[in-house]
């Protein structure tokens, strides 16, 4: 079993301490998939340092028939709970059981319960995502939302030859803002650090020099340091790409040949400052790099946008700086200052979703 560097151990204090606060009436439990064991075992050492009462469950990716009963002999009832309910679920690759998990808690008062769902529950989780706090996420979320979400056009162009004109349309696509601050009713999905949304139009340029980031399982390295990959986007759709790397091009070849895979299906800035080298996992990590990245393939509005992919590919980008409506004043993506406003309230809170459709109305949080 893996045991934490400083900074992991450090990270796993964070969760506790700034994004779950977590008190010594409360209980916890904890949900973990095999290969994220020792991720679990932090974080459960930690709280029992704490005196915090937690439970343990283990549970298979995907298909795990015996998960609901091993899940309600963990939970106790909500009159046995003083303090609030605190679910951690940890996997690696996948996002599973959220119709299983949510049945389990229902009788629990939404104010009272709080569910992390922790992808890429691997060490550089801690070492790095972890490490911010999540109102300094939300607070650059806020500058970026609380002028974007009134413009009509934006630029964006980074040094490495990125270069998008886009136009935006936000009296019909929604905003997305993964800041890992908890709200009543909702899910918090980590790690943090994003805004999104769907581009009415968008033309130019991207180089993606950071890595990509699929919503599959692969077993390769996606970082594009060395091999950065170049795509043309033309009215929406990605019509020419590059890469030296001829692996790496066809693969971007085939997910753009899928079945509305050429769409440009998101328009992403990773937030979270704490995050200085993308990793070589497929990982929401890379997608939370400062910077810009879009996303290819299915989109992020449900019905409001009329196409399905069975692929989502983000291509992303290292900082960058956004000209918004023509305006002087300049947002640099790689030093994003903090909003002293407040965060919008009508934005959808998170960015992945569960395989089970019944969770799509909480899992992703709630669109005021």
Not at 331 to 353: C, K, Q, T
Request: net charge negative; charged share 20%; with cysteine.
């Amino acid at each position: 079993m893996l045991n934490p560097t400083a900074e992991a151990w450090q990270g796993v204090n964070s969760l506790i301490d700034l994004y779950a606060q977590i008190g010594k009436e409360d209980k916890v439990v904890i949900v973990f998939t095999e290969e994220s064991k020792s991720i679990a075992a932090w974080v459960s050492s930690a709280l029992e340092m704490r005196d915090v009462d937690l439970s343990t469950v283990w549970m298979a990716p995907l298909e795990d028939n015996g998960l609901f009963n091993r899940l309600m002999e963990a939970i106790p009832s909500p009159d046995e709970v003083l303090g609030n309910l605190v679910v951690f679920v940890f996997e690696v690759e996948t996002l599973s059981h959220s119709s299983i998990i949510n049945t389990c808690i229902r009788n629990f008062d939404t104010d009272k319960t709080k569910i992390f769902r922790i992808m890429s529950s691997i060490p550089e989780l801690f070492s790095t995502t972890l490490l911010v706090d999540p109102k300094e996420i939300s607070a650059r979320n806020a500058t970026i939302l609380n002028r974007c979400m009134k413009a009509k056009h934006i630029n964006i162009s980074c040094s490495n030859g990125t270069n998008l004109d886009i136009e935006l349309d936000n009296s019909k696509f929604s905003w997305i803002s993964n800041r890992g601050l908890w709200r009543p009713g909702s899910t918090i999905i980590l790690p943090a650090g994003e805004v999104a949304t769907f581009p009415a139009n968008i033309n130019g340029t991207l180089v993606a020099d950071v890595a990509y980031n699929i919503n599959t399982v692969i077993d390769r390295d996606v970082r594009l340091q060395k091999n950065p990959v170049t795509v043309t986007v033309k009215g929406g759709k990605a019509v020419d790409h590059f890469c030296a790397c001829k692996d790496t091009m066809d693969y971007i070849d085939e997910c753009f040949k899928s079945t509305n895979g050429n769409i440009v299906g998101e328009l992403g800035i990773g937030t979270n400052l704490s995050i200085t080298n993308p990793i070589s996992e497929n990982s929401q990590i890379n997608e939370r790099f400062p910077g810009v990245h879009l996303g290819f393939g299915q989109h992020n509005q449900g019905e409001r946008v009329d196409y399905y992919s069975e692929r989502h590919i983000d291509l992303i980008a290292k900082g960058g700086h956004i000209i918004i409506d023509g305006q002087p004043d300049i947002i640099d993506l790689g030093n994003v200052i903090p909003s002293y406003g407040a965060h919008p309230a009508r934005v959808a809170s998170e960015d992945a979703f569960s395989p089970e459709s019944v969770v799509e109305g909480d899992c992703c949080g709630l669109t005021l």
